[in-house]
Structures are given as structure tokens and as C-alpha cells.
């Protein structure tokens, strides 16, 4: 199985911060990687698919980055609205993975 | 657009096997541009793929659940199913259906479209 880890577990940043998220695949995915925010009680929401491509509708202040074992997501300025969890999964291969995700809190 | 519900009970009984639906709205299930997705997340926990299917039949599950999950897809009533047998405490979790897509340009793309989510509890 392809083992999926994110870094940091948890963040605490301003409105108006740079956020970067990073996740590492155990082994290569291509561009196979989607990034997932989740707000308490609610299913998560795909921001970027393929490792880079923007799902519709998300803002651009989102973006993704990175091919074969190292993905970033970077939040270019956070909004109130983003404080939630984020997580990446990859679905190069089955087992279908999920990162562990990480929480980003209010500084 | 594509929508999707889950159905089922909420409370299920250790030993005997939860059994969720999940039924799509707005587009066909026999699209061959999808798979479906079950996926779970125990309270407070990460998410977890449970496995998908196509409309053919064809599956994939997750070996850690795999001796205790089927999956089944229903194309007369735009529905595909969940069983998971032999539950325990740990099985206790928000059960959701997702499509798993394919997009020409990009092949096969993270999972799209998620239903709301159901709470399952295996508890006596």
C-alpha cells in the first residue's frame, strides 16, 4: 500500500497569512493527488484535483503543487472561511489513501 | 449535477452487519464515467476508503476491510449498496458515498461529488 503522511498535523495562522501544506506519498503517484478541506459536521470538499487543477467554483487563493511523491497546497491569503481541515488523497493506486490530515486554527 | 444520499439504520448491533445505501440523483449510475466510492470517518478520526465499484460490478475494497465488505450496485433503481459484517465499536463511524470520476484530459480524477454523510453507531 501506498502510505500517505501530511505535514504540519496541525497550524495556527492569521487572516491574511500564507498557508502551505505539504503531503509525501511513500512511493511515486504521478499527479494523482487530490487536496479535500472538511469543516466540522459537514463532508469534505475537493479544492484540486490531479495535483494542480482548480475544482471549480473553489477560489483562487487556492493552488496545488508537486508531482510524483511531494504535493503541496498553499492558501495564498487565509479567510475566515478556510479555518478547517485539510487532507490529500491519492488514487494512483489501490488501496485508495487518504493523508491524516491537517488542522488549520485560528492564531 | 450529480447528487448523492446515504440511507440506513443509525444504530446496528455488534456482531451483525450494518447495511447502507447510497442512491443518485441527476445523472445515471450506469455512466461509464464513473466509479462509486463508500468511504468512513470514525468521530474525530481521519477518512478512510472503504472500496468502489463501477457499473458493471467490477470492485476494489480496502484489504484491511476487504473479508467483511460488499458492494453492490442496483442500475434499475440508480443505487449502489454497502454491507459490512462482524461489526464492532470500531466500525462506529460517518459513513459517505462519492463518485470517483473520470475526466477525459486528466484520466481518472480524486473523488468529486460527496453525499452528506450518514452516522452509523454499533452499540447494544
Known amino acids: 500500500d501506498i502510505q500517505m503522511t501530511q505535514s504540519p498535523s496541525s497550524l495556527s495562522a492569521s487572516v491574511g497569512d500564507r498557508v502551505t501544506i505539504t503531503c509525501r506519498a511513500s512511493?511515486?503517484?504521478?499527479?494523482?493527488l487530490g487536496w479535500y478541506q472538511q469543516k466540522p459536521g459537514k463532508a469534505p470538499k475537493r479544492l484540486i484535483y490531479?495535483?494542480?487543477s482548480l475544482q471549480s467554483g473553489v477560489p483562487s487563493r487556492f493552488s496545488g503543487s508537486g508531482s510524483g511523491t511531494e504535493f503541496t497546497l498553499t492558501i495564498s491569503s487565509l479567510q475566515p472561511e478556510d479555518f478547517a481541515t485539510y487532507y490529500c488523497?491519492?488514487?494512483?493506486?489501490?488501496?485508495?489513501?487518504f493523508g491524516p490530515g491537517t488542522k488549520v486554527d485560528i492564531k | 449535477q450529480l447528487q448523492l444520499q446515504e440511507s440506513g439504520p443509525g444504530l446496528v448491533k455488534p456482531s451483525e452487519t450494518l447495511s447502507l445505501t447510497c442512491t443518485v440523483s441527476?445523472?445515471?449510475?450506469?455512466?461509464?464515467?464513473?466509479?462509486w466510492a463508500w468511504i468512513r470517518q470514525p468521530p474525530g478520526k481521519g477518512l478512510e476508503w472503504i472500496g468502489n465499484?463501477?457499473?458493471?460490478?467490477?470492485?476494489y475494497y480496502n484489504p484491511s476491510l476487504k473479508s467483511r465488505v460488499t458492494i453492490s450496485v442496483d442500475t434499475s433503481k440508480n443505487q449502489f449498496s454497502l454491507k459490512l459484517s462482524s461489526v464492532t465499536a470500531a466500525d462506529t463511524a460517518v459513513y459517505y458515498c462519492?463518485?470517483?470520476?473520470?475526466?477525459?484530459?486528466?484520466?481518472?480524477?480524486?473523488?468529486?461529488?460527496w453525499g452528506q454523510g450518514t452516522m452509523v453507531t454499533v452499540s447494544s
Open positions: 462519492a463518485t470517483y470520476p473520470y475526466s477525459g484530459r486528466n484520466g481518472w480524477v480524486a473523488l468529486d461529488i
Open positions: 441527476g445523472g445515471s449510475i450506469s455512466s461509464s464515467n464513473y466509479y
Open positions: 465499484i463501477y457499473y458493471s460490478g467490477t470492485t
Open positions: 512511493r511515486g503517484i504521478r499527479n494523482d
Open positions: 490531479a495535483a494542480s
Open positions: 488523497l491519492q488514487h494512483n493506486t489501490y488501496p485508495l489513501g
